[in-house]
T-cell receptor, first 112, second 111 residues
Framework: IAGITQAPTSQILAAGRRMTLRCTQD?????MYWYRQDLGLGLRLIHY???????GKGEVPDGYSVSRANTDDFPLTLASAVPSQTSVYFC???????????FGSGTRLTVV | DQQVKQNSPSLSVQEGRISILNCDYT??????FLWYKKYPAEGPTFLIS?????DKNEDGRFTVFLNKSAKHLSLHIVPSQPGDSAVYFC??????????FGTGTRLKVLA
């Protein structure tokens, strides 16, 4: 089934540890995104990539980094996790500007 | 500053009646708008879209209305069904790849 795969599904992480959230899509979409969902704040864009080899900062990029080595993969790295990064993280992709996103099923991350 | 606002955190509607979810935006450059539905423990799923060249788009039970002068859009669900109970997000873009999402409205359809 075409779509987006995120891993892990959930994780409990000690503060200060490094963590990479994985995201893979098989739709050959140009653009990919990382959002975090927090109660009362909706979905906020962390980082995005319009095409392989390029990345950009979203609304809340601090403490996160991304890379886009190829079309299919868009990993999100927390270099040194802090409790405020406890959230549900969604990866998404789209075929082009103005087009709708396809979302993954999310990663629930708890930083303790 | 929140560019896309959903001022009603929750809404309850009787089954069979109309559900109206509202969304306001502040950036006049926004010209593409989406609505997503999200069930617990799942990713958001695309519902319906509208571009600024239209003021209405319909897909089955779902209709989105856009009032550009008021910077307001709304999603109408008629008739509402218990399976429509979910969190609904509106999102806006200025024709770039990036969408800005609202904070969501939790809809509960009562049987």
């Amino acid at each position: 089934i075409a779509g987006i795969t995120q891993a892990p599904t959930s994780q409990i992480l000690a503060a200060g540890r490094r963590m990479t959230l994985r995201c893979t899509q098989d739709m050959r979409h140009n653009a990919m995104y990382w959002y975090r969902q927090d109660l009362g704040l909706g979905l906020r864009l962390i980082h995005y990539s319009n095409t392989a080899g390029t990345t950009g900062k979203g609304e809340v990029p601090d403490g996160y980094s991304v890379s886009r080595a190829n079309t299919d993969d868009f990993p999100l790295t927390l270099a040194s996790a802090v409790p405020s990064q406890t959230s549900v993280y969604f990866c998404a992709s789209s075929a082009g500007p103005g087009l709708d996103y396809t979302f993954g099923s999310g990663t629930r991350l708890t930083v303790v | 500053d929140q560019q896309v606002k959903q001022n009603s955190p929750s809404l309850s509607v009787q089954e069979g009646r109309i559900s109206i979810l509202n969304c306001d935006y502040t950036n006049s450059m926004f010209d593409y708008f989406l609505w997503y539905k999200k069930y617990p423990a799942e990713g958001p799923t695309f519902l319906i879209s509208i571009s600024s060249i239209k003021d209405k788009n319909e897909d089955g039970r779902f209709t989105v209305f856009l009032n550009k002068s008021a910077k307001h859009l709304s999603l109408h669900i008629v008739p509402s069904q218990p399976g429509d109970s979910a969190v609904y997000f509106c999102a806006a873009s200025s024709g770039t790849y990036k969408y800005i999402f609202g904070t969501g409205t939790r809809l509960k359809v009562l049987a």
